[in-house]
């Protein structure tokens, strides 16, 4: 099935750094979702952005929705080790109902 | 207050089956959706219900079809099961609005 591009796949980072991950379609999406999910759970949302450039922030995480509409951004500051997990993004058109999620950042932190 | 239910959580079916899956939404949901996770990709959406009709359905054989009921519960049913149908099945309840959004814990189905 079709899915967005997210990149980088997977990160090693040190506790502490700060964390960029982000997500390009070939499409325009009027909703750009983000989530983590955790092993054997399903995904949590993060942050949810409806308007193109919005800048959205949920503690230390936050979120960009592109100008063009056609890509989103997510940024972790200081990271510690419960950001372990997979990150996934999700474009959303109400109009046609057009749901596609991304193919994930892993994201690792080594205390 | 219970979070999205799922039920079961695990089953074994053999090619050519039906199955059916189980959720409950958050009590005052009136929105639930459909996934199906393969191993290391990401969600695919199925279907969306709102007020017990269909709002939204993604890119899936006829095979796939779902209902929700009057208490806002949804089924998901499966025909004609393939090896490829093996995944975890994720329902998603929603309120006012997708930032209200929440996932239960999926029920992994295998096929063999």
């Known amino acids: 099935g079709q899915q967005l591009n997210q990149s980088p796949q997977s990160m090693f980072i040190q506790e502490g750094e700060d964390v960029s991950m982000n997500c390009t379609s070939s499409s325009i999406f009027n909703t750009w979702l983000w989530y983590k999910q955790d092993p054997g759970e399903g995904p949590v949302l993060l942050i949810a952005l409806y308007k193109a450039g919005e800048l959205t922030s949920n503690g230390r995480l936050t979120a960009q929705f592109g100008i063009t509409r056609k890509d989103s951004f997510l940024n972790i500051s200081a990271s510690i080790p419960s950001d372990v997990g997979i990150y996934f993004c999700a474009g959303f058109t109400s109009g046609t109902y057009k749901y596609i999620f991304g193919t994930g950042t892993r994201l690792k932190v080594l205390a | 207050d219970a979070g999205v239910t799922q039920s079961p959580t695990h089953l074994i079916k053999t090619r050519g089956q039906q199955v059916t899956l189980r959720c409950s939404p958050i009590s005052g949901h009136k929105s639930v959706s459909w996934y199906q996770q393969v191993l290391g990709q990401g969600p695919q959406f199925i279907f969306q219900y709102y007020e017990k009709e269909e709002r939204g359905r993604g890119n899936f054989p006829d095979r796939f079809s779902a209902r929700q009921f009057p208490n806002y519960s949804s089924e998901l049913n499966v025909n004609a099961l393939l090896l490829g149908d093996s995944a975890l099945y994720l329902c998603?309840?929603?309120?006012?609005?997708?930032?209200?959004?929440?996932f239960g814990p999926g029920t992994r189905l295998t096929v063999t």
């Open positions: 998603a309840s929603t309120g006012t609005g997708l930032r209200e959004q929440y």
